[in-house]
């Protein structure tokens, strides 16, 4: 072996000793997949030794986002979420365990924030397009607000199945769905043994483990810009940011954006984004949404109320607000 070192030169022959005593560490590396699901992007970061293996489980990851984009989007005909906005308003319409049990978990979240979380919010959200600039006009609008409340599904759990009380009402997911995703592709990636990796969609995602050694480096923009204005340092937690800048349009300098006060039957416009971290991502991505409904001192109230759960808030003046347990960096 001395001889050969000689030849190759220290940084080979310690590269062969290596790939002899460890050869699975040598090889191991960052492997990474985007691909467009949900209506938004989905990335996938794993630290794999198996390059292979990296492939097959991104690839489950993906799989799993489909599927649950197929059984949640109410834009697919045959997804559950739009047989129940086609038929819940004439009959009971029974659905997965899965389904039922999310959207019991969304109604937990409408419990707790009196309602400013509340997936009904799609009676009225529906007549909005972002893309194509539409609204209702304030009859529709008053009218169709007058469906919004989750109190009005009626869930049967024998029977698994879901009912309007008010005929015409609708709902949407989306403000929990990317959350929930996001956490059954680290399940699925942790039950594979991943012990360090990130999964994002759109706004929501969940880091497993650290960055070998390191904190992951999560940015959180500017509402009003593509910069960063605050770079946190995380591991083993969920982030979900909820902005008015995500699918909006500007019509004599309001903007009707994707995040309804249930309320007012229009875009909630108290802060311009909320960041919440949890452990989870399906309680991370209900949170900003639901604090951003809440608006400043409600939404920083039930955040500090809650265990385990910190919040970054931009106000409408762009000032940075953050729960309790957190160091505002500019008061020292
Ligand atoms: P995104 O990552 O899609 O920007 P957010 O977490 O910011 O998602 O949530 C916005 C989405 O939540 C909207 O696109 C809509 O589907 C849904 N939503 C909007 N208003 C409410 C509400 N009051 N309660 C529950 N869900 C809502
Ligand atoms: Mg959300």
Redesign the pocket.
């Known amino acids: 072996m001395g001889v050969r070192c000689l030849r190759w030169g220290r940084r080979g022959c310690l590269l062969l000793l290596l790939l002899v005593a460890f050869p699975q560490t040598v090889l191991a590396d960052w492997f990474n997949r985007k691909a467009p699901i949900m209506?938004?992007r989905v990335f996938v970061e794993i630290w794999q030794e198996d390059p292979q293996r990296a492939q097959t489980l991104m690839q489950a990851v993906m799989d799993e986002m489909e599927r649950i984009n197929q059984l949640m989007s109410p834009y697919i005909d045959s997804a559950e979420v739009a047989v129940v906005n086609r038929d819940a308003g004439q009959k009971a319409v029974q659905i997965s365990q899965e389904l039922f049990d999310l959207i019991l978990k969304?109604n937990q979240y409408?419990d707790l924030s009196d309602g400013?979380?509340?997936?009904t919010?799609?009676s009225v959200?529906h007549k909005f397009d972002y893309r194509k600039h539409i609204r209702p006009n304030p009859l529709e609008q008053k009218t169709a607000t007058e469906l919004i409340d989750y109190r009005h599904l009626v869930l049967d759990s024998k029977a698994r199945s879901i009912a309007f009380d008010k005929p015409g009402m609708r709902i949407?997911?989306?403000?929990?769905a990317?959350?929930y995703a996001v956490d059954r592709a680290v399940a699925l990636l942790q039950a594979a043994g991943v012990t360090h990796g990130i999964v994002t969609?759109?706004?929501?995602s969940r880091l497993i483990g650290d960055h070998r050694g390191r904190p992951w480096m999560l940015g959180i923009r500017h509402p009003r810009g593509e910069e960063h204005v605050i770079t946190l340092p995380l591991s083993d937690s969920a982030v979900?940011?909820?902005?008015d800048y995500?699918?909006y349009f500007e019509e004599d300098g309001v903007r009707f954006h994707?995040?309804?006060?249930?309320a007012k039957g229009d875009s909630?416009r108290a802060l311009l984004s909320v960041t919440v971290l949890a452990d989870h991502s399906v309680d991370a991505?209900?949170l900003?949404?639901?604090v951003?409904?809440l608006g400043p001192e409600k939404g920083l109230k039930l955040v500090n109320s809650l265990a385990g759960v910190s919040a970054i808030l931009i106000d409408k003046a762009g000032k940075v607000l953050y729960s309790d347990d957190l160091v505002d960096p500019t008061m020292h």
């Open positions: 209506g938004t969304a409408s400013a979380f509340d997936i919010f799609a959200g949407d997911l989306g403000g929990i990317k959350g969609a759109g706004g929501d979900s940011t909820s902005g995500e699918r994707h995040i309804i006060d249930p909630a991505d209900a900003s949404t639901t951003f409904v």
